[in-house]
């Protein structure tokens, strides 16, 4: 860590010296940071400089001072928000939002201008203009935008929170969801993973199937690994089609909403009695992994099956979010770990699912990974070849 814009909140925390000077002069450097990359990157939508720099002077006792966070429009409840504060976060700025939560192809990726982000949060965070982001998963959008972003990121159980974040770290992200939740994370002893080995009709590229072969191999020295040799995916867009709700207007404008429209409207208008069983499959699917995972368990998962897209329309490949959204549809929290470059410079990442409710078995696992495949690193989004940290 060379500098405020790289540390995480334990770092901030301990260096403000419960000073409201030195927690203004960070949050000034982030609002540097935002005003410098956003240019390029597009991310914001309001700033809320004023309002920060007057809670950067009311000081608060807690682990998230000094810590400078964005939020979009969709997100902006005061149960997102307030818990946050009160452990002293400060908010600076709204950021765009994706009206189409399917479109990912929208946001400018800080570690390649010719590649996507998945959305704004996780561009904020990669390039070091917050330390940390507000964002609800919409069909898996934030464990993907983590993964093409490099962040840490986390969709926690529905019913603990309706919100996610992306974060430097683990302990970060840990720390985040037990101010927002006022849930303790609990001592954990994860004894199982369990990986997936088909995963047609989808195709891993190779840099994909390097890094799950890489994680595996540390892992098994550890804990205990099990296959899943049931091909998971084969009908996973069908089922996320199937209890997908999309609004009444929608109109979509690229290849994942058109095709995810078109099943839609197959399963419950052409077909609708096919909509019904595969609700019940996907139950099933749930229910199954859920007894699989039990309460010291874990899933790992590529995000998405290739490299981070460019941004051409030409290199859509519709339904490969399906890696992301099918978790997210089956209500099973999930944590995002950054693995590391693709030979394009872009970012690569696993992620980790879990039983409902056992936040704290991704956050054990994937604080050994963030130590053994050393975790985020600040992007600088100036078309640079290599990541680069100055």
Not at 281 to 307: A, F, H, K, M, W
Not at 310 to 327: H, K, R, Y
């Amino acid at each position: 860590m060379y500098s405020p814009l790289d540390f995480d909140t334990a770092n901030l925390a301990a260096s403000s010296n419960n000073n409201p000077k030195k927690i203004l002069a960070f949050i000034e450097e982030h609002i540097a940071r935002l005003n410098r990359v956003n240019p390029t990157l597009h991310i914001m939508q309001t700033p809320r400089y004023d309002e920060a720099r007057i809670w950067a002077q009311i000081y608060r006792e807690g682990p998230l001072r000094g810590s400078s966070f964005v939020i979009s429009p969709d997100d902006i409840h005061p149960e997102a928000i307030n818990p946050l504060i009160d452990h002293g976060a400060i908010p600076i700025a709204e950021i765009r939002h994706n009206h189409d939560p399917l479109d990912i192809f929208d946001f400018i990726n800080p570690w390649s201008l010719n590649h996507i982000a998945g959305g704004s949060a996780a561009a904020a965070v990669s390039s070091g203009a917050a330390v940390f982001s507000i964002c609800s998963d919409k069909h898996g959008t934030l464990i993907l935008s983590a993964n093409f972003c490099g962040t840490f990121g986390l969709r926690p159980t529905s019913t603990s929170s309706r919100y996610g974040w992306h974060a430097r770290t683990v302990d970060d992200l840990a720390c985040i969801f037990s101010c927002a939740t006022g849930r303790p994370i609990p001592s954990s002893s994860p004894v199982s993973i369990w990986y997936l080995t088909d995963f047609s009709p989808y195709t891993l590229e190779k840099p994909v199937r390097n890094i799950m072969h890489d994680a595996l191999t540390f892992l098994q020295y550890q804990f205990l690994c099990f296959p899943i040799e049931t091909p998971l995916f084969s009908q996973s867009f069908s089922i996320w089609a199937s209890n997908w709700k999309p609004p009444a207007d929608y109109l979509p404008k690229h290849p994942t909403g058109l095709m995810a429209q078109m099943m839609h409207d197959r399963l419950h208008k052409l077909n609708p009695s096919l909509g019904k069983q595969l609700s019940y499959i996907r139950n099933d699917i749930r229910e199954g992994l859920i007894q699989l995972l039990g309460t010291d368990g874990v899933l790992i998962c590529p995000s998405y099956p290739r490299c981070v897209p460019q941004q051409e329309a030409g290199n859509q490949t519709p339904m490969d979010f399906i890696l992301s959204a099918f978790f997210c549809d089956l209500d099973l929290p999930a944590l995002q770990i950054p693995m590391g470059f693709c030979s394009a410079g872009t970012p690569l990442g696993l992620q980790l699912i879990a039983s409902p409710n056992q936040e704290q078995n991704l956050f054990a696992i994937g604080k050994i990974m963030e130590e053994e495949f050393k975790g985020w690193t600040r992007s600088q989004p100036f078309l640079i070849n290599m990541p680069f940290n100055p």
